[in-house]
């Protein structure tokens, strides 16, 4: 190991035994509910982010743990991510189907827009609007962090939406599962909806782990096609941003070899992340029968441990006094944002029948 490489690995040990720490409460939380209740009511999946946003709510971490606290929600997600494509059987992804294909780009297309006219009846700035819609209908943090660039939004409004997203994402984990098991959703179902509505990948497996095996292969695969919307959303928006902005009477950049608006190029990594690309391989490698069976089980607690190890980051990493700070309007958009992105993904799981 080279000494800048020992020294980047240094410096990720405080916020990793941060995160280990969270993770192995949760871990102990969810015996003690086996132990009392018979059964765990909160997985520890979802008991990692309720004890670490608790801690953060009392505790800001100083930069000293920052480093292994956003190594363990990012990367160490991203290669759960990777792992999961083992557990995906062929049969799951059949089951999926065409018309749920289609109808994931239908609604991120179409949340897009609705949301977008939402924010600006409510007044918000153009790039603030554009940023809530693509956080709330494509993957949240990923996708203002890939659009921020393509629309030319400034530093602050990329913090807030991010902050909401981050708070939100939680809120909407917690309440996810009741309301499918209110509506009585099968596995297939309630993980299509959950892939649909909730921002980010760990957040999906979280929202969807209490409904069972089935649930989390369909969510993660539907969520990675909304994230695969990303891309052309990218796309789109580097030659529709500069209209919209205009007319919302917000100046644009222009070229300097020319008259045209200046446009951000999207970077490759942003419109397909490496691990979408390793989770659809280890998919490919199953279905052809390559990936010896002794490896699945393994790889599945493996990935489940990694996002667990992750939804503890994502936690420490959530500030619940985003909202209570934030202006009232930014907050209304979000809100409406994510209930027309719901109500459209509700709509679809419905007309489809899934079993």
């Not at 020992?6 to 995160?19: N, S, V």
């Not at 949240?140 to 708070?167: K, L, Q, R």
């Not at 959950?194 to 929202?207: I, N, R």
Request: include cysteine.
């Amino acid at each position: 190991m080279t000494p800048t490489l020992r020294t980047r690995a240094i410096r990720l040990i405080p916020g990793l035994a941060l995160c280990l720490a969270v993770t192995g409460a949760a871990y102990l939380c969810q015996r003690a509910e086996q132990a009392l209740l018979g059964e765990a009511w909160l997985e520890a999946l979802v008991l990692a982010i309720v004890i670490g946003t608790g801690l953060r709510s009392i505790w800001t971490p100083d930069p000293r743990w920052q480093a292994g606290i956003a190594f363990s929600a990012r990367f160490l997600l991203e290669a759960a991510v990777v792992l999961l494509g083992v557990s995906v059987s062929a049969a799951t992804i059949l089951a999926a189907g065409p018309a749920l294909l289609l109808g994931i780009a239908a609604v991120v297309v179409l949340a897009i827009a609705a949301s977008f006219v939402v924010g600006r009846l409510l007044h918000l700035p153009a790039r603030m609007a554009l940023l809530v819609a693509c956080g709330n209908s494509i993957c949240g943090n990923s996708a203002i962090a890939a659009v921020a660039p393509v629309i030319g939004a400034e530093s602050d409004d990329v913090a807030a939406s991010i902050g909401f997203t981050a708070v939100l994402g939680v809120v909407v984990v917690l309440v996810l599962p009741l309301f499918g098991a209110a509506l009585h959703l099968g596995g297939l179902q309630y993980g299509a909806l959950a892939g649909l509505t909730v921002y980010a990948v760990p957040q999906v497996l979280a929202a969807a782990a209490p409904l069972g095996s089935v649930a989390v292969q369909m969510g993660t695969l539907v969520k990675l096609v909304r994230v695969l919307m990303l891309g052309p959303v990218c796309l789109l928006l580097s030659f529709a941003a500069p209209r919209l902005c205009n007319e919302a009477g917000e100046t644009w950049p222009r070229d300097p070899a020319g008259d045209r608006p200046a446009r951000a190029r999207p970077a490759l990594h942003h419109l397909v992340p490496w691990f979408i690309a390793g989770f659809l391989a280890l998919i490919a490698l199953r279905s052809f029968g390559l990936v010896p069976e002794r490896l699945i089980a393994p790889a599945e607690t493996t990935a489940t441990f990694l996002t667990v190890v992750s939804m503890a980051a994502l936690g420490l990493g959530v500030d619940v006094r985003t909202v209570a700070s934030a202006g009232g309007r930014v907050t209304a958009a979000v809100v409406l944002s994510l209930l027309v992105l719901g109500a459209m993904s509700l709509a679809l799981v419905l007309t489809l029948h899934m079993a």
